[in-house]
């Protein structure tokens, strides 16, 4: 009797563990779309007992996911809200606990809830209100179908949508908190917190959360990314505007900026971030453009404008909101789009840039003009650089939120692909 219960329970162990080592997802995968309109990047999400589908913008410094969708509140039975006082409202970091009342309670007003300040970057608007979790239905990059269980998020009043992309109902943050979707799902499921951007400039691109091997030439560009650290703004604005908290999005340490290889002379104060938080260069997904300060701004037009003449490229009169346009008859084109003054910003040592060439560099505003896609942030503006989705476009860029640090590719253009081919494999 004895003996075949032992063999029994360690059978049974046995299969416990090889079920667990079959089923332990390697990564997940996220498309992202862009929409022409607002120009916001947006994916796809899956949540609830009904697995409602909800589109939610991409915020690559939002501290969470936030939305409000009828036909998700219609079928939240596995809604639950977040009680002031457990484990995930600790880890959630949240501000306070509120105290509604509805009989019976229904998604966004709970009763004794762990709440915080959602944040739409485009307005600026702030929403404050409980937090809530619900079962997240994610898709391994082997196309598996996995559920997060308790994945926190904010069932938001509708009116914080205003300004988000015409038919997306919420966003989703990816930074730098322990809620965000890279992190819940890393600690859901074991994996590092590590994700994949390919934003694209057309077609769908995809985020890949978890590491993982990529398909050619993806794998192989993926093995020599240029990297680079990745910095902390000790300071947490109040995020009331449109800038967020600070603390969460991800910096880089730009030192100084290239156009056609010449070195603009800069205020290098406005490089570095100091005691209040201000300077400094981070990515953001919810800008169209990388905004510079003023101080930045002209100096780079100036030099753009006086390069593009060496040249041969003719100016034009400039339309808003960008600082120079040029007669695109002028340009000719490559493979990595117009040919004009390339610029790098230039990270730890000469060596290291991240360099934009015409396609990521200009915008076309009609069939004659082409604009030089950066725009003035004001002498206020508290980053100094922003770099925005048109800039982000079509290189392969890799989290490493764990230790601290960014890998990035050249432009994918160079090797004959763009972020709508980029797939795991
Ligand atoms: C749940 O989904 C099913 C199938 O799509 C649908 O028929 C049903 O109305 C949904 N329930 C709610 C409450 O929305
Ligand atoms: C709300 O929660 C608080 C704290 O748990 C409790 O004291 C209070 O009775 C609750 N109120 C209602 C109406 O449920
Ligand atoms: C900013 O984020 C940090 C880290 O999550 C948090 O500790 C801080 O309270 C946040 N500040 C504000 C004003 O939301
Ligand atoms: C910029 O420098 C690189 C190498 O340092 C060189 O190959 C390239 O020709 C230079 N470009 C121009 C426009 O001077
Ligand atoms: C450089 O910028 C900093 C921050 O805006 C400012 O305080 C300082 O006066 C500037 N220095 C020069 C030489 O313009």
Partial sequence: M??????????FLVLLSLSNAATKPRAFIFPIKKDSTSL??????????????????IDLGGKFLWFNSAEYFAAASTYRPIRCGTKL????????????????????????TCSDYAHNPFTGTLGYSGLGEDTLHVYATNGAKYVSPHFPFQ???????????????GLIGLGRTNIALQAQLASSFKLSQKFTLCVPSSGDGNIIIGGGSYNAPFQKISESLISTSLIRNPV???PNEKIGNLTVEYFINVKSIRVRNKTLSLNTTLLSIDKNGNGGTNLRTVRPYTILHTSIFRPLVNEFVKEATVMNIKRVASVAPFGACFDSKTISNSKTGPVV????????????????????SMVKVNNDVLCLGFVDGGLDSITSIS?????????????????????????????????SQFKAS
Wanted: charged share 10%; hydrophobic share 35%; proline share 6%.
């Fill in 2 to 11: 004895a003996p075949s219960l032992v063999i029994t329970i360690f059978s």
């Fill in 40 to 57: 916001q990047y947006y994916t796809t999400i899956q949540i609830g007992a009904n697995s409602t589908s909800l589109d939610v913008v």
């Fill in 89 to 112: 409202c600790r880890i959630a970091n949240g501000v306070g606990c509120v105290f509604c009342f509805l009989s019976p309670p229904v998604p966004g007003c709970t009763n004794n």
């Fill in 155 to 169: 069932f938001s009043d509708p009116v914080l949508r205003e300004g988000l992309a015409t038919g997306t109902q």
């Fill in 236 to 238: 947490a604005t109040w």
């Fill in 341 to 360: 003054p390339t610029i790098d910003l230039v990270l730890q040592s000469k060596s290291v840039y991240w360099r934009f060439y015409g396609s990521n």
């Fill in 387 to 419: 770099v925005g989705g048109h800039q982000l476009e079509n290189y392969l860029l890799e989290f490493d939120v764990t230790s601290s640090k960014l890998g990035f590719s050249p432009s994918l253009q160079l090797s004959d692909t763009s972020c």
